[in-house]
């Protein structure tokens, strides 16, 4: 009974080589989404778990979103400010705090869409974004044929899909942020809830370490694999709970359809690019 409630020993060996397993050998850029406790007990938790993703990337970038900043309407009550210190939202988790907390990370200007990045391309990936673009910096991670990595978690925690549905057209929405004093209009996607839609459309490695199943996907098969199949099923990515606002996003999709937007990765580059994956 005991070693059944026992859970497995994760050591950095075994996270090393699950890494390495995944094409992992300190030359790519990649960016991270992960549970800590997917894997089971991990020696030397999230620290040791960053070492090891620090060991294996040339760039180590990550979303780290701080929810407590986003209005609903320009004449809200402003609660939280925004500082390249504040906490990352609990639900986007440990080792993208862990991150913020390194001296030599940097972080992007959005108050509630940050990103996180470390290493050889960080500058490059945190300056692509924009508030029309908040997702602008997984357009220099596809210019960098970054992977997305997902440890322990699956699709609906896959950010680069949200950079996808921006390049397909679907409709943004509105919400705002408290920036320099001001309160000002930030583009917002729909939920990512059911992303999982999109796994039979896109092939990655997989691994298990611990308990956790971990994925590698180019960025680039992401993105273009959800041009794709958007194309063909245009509310492919939306939840159908009845309050969510994937159901304006919806209305908006059937009243004015997809409109593409044009790819803006690394600074001085643009054009959609050609699609590199085919949804069969
Ligand atoms: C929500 C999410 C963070 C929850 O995962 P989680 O494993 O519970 O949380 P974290 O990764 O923050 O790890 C902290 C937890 O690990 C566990 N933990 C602590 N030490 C540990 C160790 N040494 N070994 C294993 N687990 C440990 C604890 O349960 C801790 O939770 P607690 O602080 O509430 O006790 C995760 O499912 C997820 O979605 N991650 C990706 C988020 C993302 O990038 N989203 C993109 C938005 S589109
Ligand atoms: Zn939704």
Known sequence: ????????????????????????DGTQHAIVHASLRSFGQVEGGAVALL????RHTATLSA????????????????????????????????????????????????????????GKQARA????????SPYGPIGALYDLDA???????????????????YLAGVPLLTRYVPLGGNVVPTAFPNCSADFENIAPYVQ?????????????????????????????????????????RCQEVRRLIRAEGLRPRTHSGLLGTSGLPELTSRVS
């Open 204 to 244: 990655g490695k997989q691994v298990t370490v611990g308990r956790a199943q971990l994925g590698a996907y180019r960025v680039r098969d992401l993105v273009d694999g959800v041009r794709t199949f958007l194309a063909a099923h245009p509310e492919g990515m939306l939840c159908t709970y009845p309050t969510c």
């Open 1 to 24: 009974m005991l070693n059944m409630l026992r859970r497995p020993q994760v050591t950095a060996a075994m996270l090393a080589e699950g890494l390495a397993g995944l094409g992992l």
């Open 147 to 165: 992977v997305a990595l997902l440890l322990g978690v699956d699709h609906s925690s896959n950010t680069t899909l949200h950079y996808g549905e």
């Open 125 to 132: 990936i945190v300056e692509a974004q924009s508030l029309e």
């Open 63 to 118: 979303p780290a979103f701080t929810y407590a900043t986003l209005l609903r309407s320009p004449t809200s009550s402003v609660y939280a400010s925004f500082a390249r210190d504040t906490r990352v939202s609990r639900d986007i988790g440990r080792v993208p705090q862990l991150m913020v907390e390194q001296a030599d990370a940097l972080r992007s200007f959005h108050p509630a869409l940050s990103f996180v990045a470390i």
């Open 51 to 54: 070492e090891e993703l620090r």
